[in-house]
């Protein structure tokens, strides 16, 4: 899942150098950390939120296999 949030925010952002993604775990859920450059924090937001829904509507899509709750926070 680290790396999907990875490709997906590295591929919306004018720095992708910066984007950092952290997995932190435990025994019923994932919670990925995303962090970028405070200058792209809006094109992974998106307006109203649309952007950040659509990443973890894809990730929340892709971990159903594996029964586990991921989490996508973005980090400031």
Do not use: C, W, Y
């Not at 150098?17 to 998106?46: H, N, P, R």
């Not at 990730?59 to 980090?75: Q, R």
């Amino acid at each position: 899942m680290k790396e999907l949030v990875e490709v997906i925010a590295k591929a919306l952002v004018d720095h992708p150098d910066e984007v950092v993604v952290t997995e932190k775990e435990d025994e019923k859920s994932v919670i990925l950390e995303l962090s970028v450059a405070q200058e792209d924090m809006g094109k992974v937001i998106g307006k109203q939120g649309r952007i950040a829904k659509a990443i973890r509507t894809v990730v929340k899509s892709a971990a159903s296999k594996d029964d586990k709750k991921v989490i996508v926070e973005i980090m400031q």
